[in-house]
């Protein structure tokens, strides 16, 4: 967030500098614009590389090692894989979205195109974000009839309370992503209402 504030006062000072020549300060905010950039990128191909990862090994295991027989395993097979396939889709056509936001637009422009990725993504963080975790726990929880003919009911207990453990964590560390964008989007926000008065 440093980062972000250093932006956000320089593209203030550049503002007040309009009609001046471009100064090193110009050249630190457009420095420091394509560092942020590049760091989102990267944690956005993170994001990407650890979902098609986990949904490989679903797939693997799902395919090779313990193919699932009954129709409500295979729902559940598919609500899990499917889920990711979507929110990866959804990452890169994030990545393509944010590779579109050039480091050369006039400051006004870029922050006008900043918030509204900014809001693409809030929206990716609601209710759309909800509803695949959801749809995994559920599929998840669809396994466990047939989990329950091959293996003790210690290991399904085990397993089902551990996937709550689990789910809980995944929870907090998709709302503290979601918490930090949409502050993004607020001081992004008030960024291009400083620019436009």
Known sequence: MNDFDELKNKWKNDKADLGQTKTADSEKLVAQARATKNKSRNA????????????????????????FKEVLSRVG??????????????????????????????TDELSKRMVAYYHYRSKIHGAFTITIVAL?????????????????????????????????????VIRKGVLKELAILREFSAV?????N
Do not use: H
């Open 44 to 67: 956005q191909l993170s994001t990407i590389a650890i979902l098609s990862i986990t949904l490989m090994v679903l797939v693997y295991f799902f395919t090779e090692v313990a193919p």
């Open 77 to 106: 097979v598919l609500l899990m894989c499917g889920g990711l396939l979507i929110r990866i889709i959804i990452e890169i056509v994030s990545l393509v979205k944010a590779s579109q936001l050039s480091i050369n637009l006039k």
């Open 136 to 172: 995994y726990i559920i599929g998840f929880y669809m396994l466990t009839p047939e989990f329950m003919k091959y293996l003790d009911m210690k290991w399904i207990w085990l397993m089902d309370i551990g996937f709550v453990f689990i789910a809980l964590t995944v929870f907090y």
């Open 192 to 196: 291009q209402n400083d620019l436009n």
